[in-house]
Nanobody
Framework: QVQLVESGGGLVQPGGSLKLSCVTS????????MAWYRQPPEKQRELVAI???????TYADSVKGRFTISRDNAKNTVYLQMDSLKPEDTAVYYC??????????WGPGTQVTVSL
């Protein structure tokens, strides 16, 4: 099982920025898609952004224009650049990797808190 480890979370003021990173223990190229999910307090986990092996990206409406997902295959890393952060972006952010016909891989999560 490939392991994913997120980093970069923390406390930031509204309007600020954070960049999350997710490093895979194996080659990131094995994944058909990489994605970021988040789980706000007392709410269900939701999809934030996806990037395919070919670089195609998709975003949740709530983060379009503010968040950018990217990947660096040489570093086996996927990123989530988060700008213009809002209090409602507060959540635990999880990295996800999908390989066809295999169980998803998940990271343990990183906390992002947007508050004054």
């Amino acid at each position: 099982q490939v392991q994913l480890v997120e980093s970069g979370g923390g406390l930031v003021q509204p309007g600020g920025s954070l960049k999350l990173s997710c490093v895979t223990s194996g080659s990131i190229s094995m994944f058909n898609t990489m994605a970021w999910y988040r789980q706000p307090p007392e709410k269900q986990r939701e999809l934030v952004a996806i990037i395919s092996s070919g670089g195609t990206t998709t975003y949740a409406d709530s983060v379009k224009g503010r968040f950018t997902i990217s990947r660096d295959n040489a570093k086996n890393t996927v990123y989530l650049q988060m700008d213009s952060l809002k209090p409602e972006d507060t959540a635990v952010y999880y990295c996800n990797g999908k390989i066809l016909f295999r169980p998803d891989s998940w990271g343990p999560g990183t906390q992002v808190t947007v508050s004054l």
